[in-house]
């Protein structure tokens, strides 16, 4: 992938969060992934994520944690560009319009994409 496609990802809704922890964890628990929406088994590593983040147009702030599948950190690796941020929760809809651009129909997506591409 050249560097102009490696930057597929966007969004600020999220925004850049005021501080916080990044972590590769081992499930204690059940969790889901933020990202594919499917299930982060008991045992199964992960990435915690815990801000804050400020609430743009206002001057409050709000704490938020997001549990990433293994799987879904890979390809979000492969397709953000380092030091750019993306709209946490959206990672497969981004991709799956990018897909498209590249000339991949919605049939062929559709046995490649998780669900939560569709939602």
Same mark, same amino acid.
């Given at each position: 992938?050249?560097?102009? !496609?490696?930057?597929?990802?966007?969004? $600020?809704?999220?925004? #850049?969060?005021? $501080?916080?922890?990044?972590?590769?964890?081992?499930?204690?628990?059940?969790?889901?992934?933020?990202?594919?929406? !499917? #299930?982060?088994?008991?045992?199964?590593?992960?990435?915690?994520?815990?801000?804050?983040?400020?609430?743009?147009?206002?001057? !409050?702030?709000?704490?938020? #944690?997001?549990? #990433?599948?293994?799987?879904?950190?890979?390809?979000?690796?492969?397709?953000?560009?380092?030091?750019?941020?993306?709209?946490?929760? !959206?990672?497969?809809?981004?991709?799956?319009?990018? $897909?498209?651009?590249?000339?991949?129909?919605?049939?062929?997506?559709?046995?490649?994409?998780?669900?939560?591409?569709?939602?």
């Amino acid at each position: 992938m050249d560097d102009k !496609e490696c930057c597929v990802l966007h969004g $600020f809704s999220s925004g #850049t969060p005021m $501080f916080a922890i990044v972590q590769m964890r081992k499930a204690k628990k059940e969790h889901e992934c933020i990202e594919c929406g !499917e #299930t982060i088994k008991k045992g199964d590593r992960y990435e915690y994520l815990r801000g804050k983040w400020k609430v743009e147009l206002s001057k !409050e702030s709000m704490w938020a #944690t997001y549990r #990433t599948c293994v799987g879904c950190c890979n390809v979000r690796n492969s397709y953000l560009c380092k030091g750019e941020n993306y709209t946490i929760g !959206e990672m497969w809809k981004q991709l799956r319009v990018f $897909f498209i651009y590249k000339g991949i129909s919605d049939d062929d997506l559709r046995s490649m994409l998780p669900a939560k591409a569709w939602s």
